[in-house]
T-cell receptor, first 114, second 115 residues
Framework: GQQLNQSPQSMFIQEGEDVSMNCTSS?????WLWYKQDPGEGPVLLIA?????ELTSNGRLTAQFGITRKDSFLNISASIPSDVGIYFC??????????????FGKGTHLIIQP | AAGVIQSPRHLIKEKRETATLKCYPI?????VYWYQQGPGQDPQFLIS???????DKGSIPDRFSAQQFSDYHSELNMSSLELGDSALYFC??????????????FGPGTRLTVL
């Protein structure tokens, strides 16, 4: 099946720093999604990207849909303690049946050092 | 705003028992998805339903079945439980099938522990 390679696996940063993570695939995706998950909670949708080259912001978060349709990145500016969590990239696996399930990257653990 | 509701939030079962997880989608959402997330893993898609019909199937074991009811809520039935079924189970919902992708909103999950 389609796999998403997400990096880095974890990031240790200082409060106030900018963060960048990315996701690549060997297959083309028509939609890229970025979710954040806190421990024991469900993933929360941060940004959805639908067009190659699209750059979308949501507050301090900015994500881009790569031109090749095989990659995406997520940037977080001026990190704050509540940014701690696991960030997942995801994309729908089109099967032709509609209501397509998502395939997820392995996640990036964001840890903010005091 | 109303979110996806899942019940129960926690469930403990013995091996070989059965379990039923319930999902109530966001009002007006007609599509539900089920995911399984093992410890330290990413969510794995199991199955989805649109307008009460199975729509897409992922890595759902044959021991599991699911359905969507007339009020759009969904139930995931799990039989002959194994230790490896211990995981977080998420339901997500979306609105409609427009031919393009519909954003999925996740519930808080049910933590299943099999002893």
């Amino acid at each position: 099946g389609q796999q998403l390679n997400q990096s880095p696996q974890s990031m240790f940063i200082q409060e106030g720093e900018d963060v960048s993570m990315n996701c690549t695939s060997s297959s083309i995706f028509n939609t890229w999604l970025w979710y954040k998950q806190d421990p024991g909670e469900g993933p929360v949708l941060l940004i959805a990207l639908y067009k190659a080259g699209e750059l979308t912001s949501n507050g301090r978060l900015t994500a881009q849909f790569g031109i090749t349709r095989k990659d995406s990145f997520l940037n977080i500016s001026a990190s704050i303690p509540s940014d701690v969590g696991i960030y997942f990239c995801a994309g729908p696996v089109y099967s032709g049946g509609g209501a397509d399930g998502l395939t997820f990257g392995k996640g990036t653990h964001l840890i903010i050092q005091p | 705003a109303a979110g996806v509701i899942q019940s129960p939030r926690h469930l403990i079962k013995e091996k070989r028992e059965t379990a039923t997880l319930k999902c109530y989608p966001i009002p007006r959402h007609d599509t539900v998805y089920w995911y399984q997330q093992g410890p330290g893993q990413d969510p794995q898609f199991l199955i989805s339903f649109y307008e009460k019909m199975q729509s897409d199937k992922g890595s759902i074991p044959d021991r599991f079945s699911a359905q969507q009811f007339s009020d759009y809520h969904s139930e995931l039935n799990m039989s002959s439980l194994e230790l490896g079924d211990s995981a977080l189970y998420f339901c997500a919902s979306s609105l409609g099938q427009s031919g393009g992708f519909n954003e999925q909103f996740f519930g808080p999950g049910t933590r299943l522990t099999v002893l």
